[in-house]
């Protein structure tokens, strides 16, 4: 079992700035993937950034130049450096990690409010 633990959500101005954290509880240099997604009221869950299997990392368009995926493989933390927020940004923003042979885990979710 791997815990993933979510911080820096919060309630923000359009135009500002948030910096989310993921902390595992397992290394993550064997994970597969490690990515953040959303998802807002009425959506499915979307994928926003994510380190891929061969070592990039890939956004969805809506946030390509203004979000950042990083990661702190000695802390086992990946991080979303967000910025120029807009109001259609709000949603819950889940951690997601995929190790070989294992399941995909959650974390439980952080709260980012734009407000316009």
């Known amino acids: 079992q791997v815990q993933l633990v979510e911080s820096g959500g919060g309630l923000v101005q359009a135009g500002g700035s948030l910096r989310l954290s993921c902390a595992a509880s397992?290394?993550?240099?064997?994970?597969?993937?490690m990515g953040w997604y959303r998802q807002a009221p009425g959506n499915e869950r979307e994928l926003v950034a994510m380190?891929?299997?061969?070592?990039?990392?890939t956004y969805v368009d809506s946030v390509e130049g203004r979000f950042t995926i990083s990661r702190d493989d000695a802390k086992n933390t990946v991080f979303l450096q967000m910025n120029s927020l807009k109001p259609e940004d709000t949603a819950v923003y889940y951690c997601?990690?995929?190790?070989?042979?294992?399941?995909?885990?959650w974390g439980q979710g952080t709260q980012v409010t734009v407000s316009s």
């Open positions: 380190f891929t299997t061969a070592g990039t990392t």
């Open positions: 997601n990690a995929k190790f070989p042979y294992e399941y995909d885990y």
């Open positions: 397992r290394s993550i240099r064997i994970a597969s993937t």
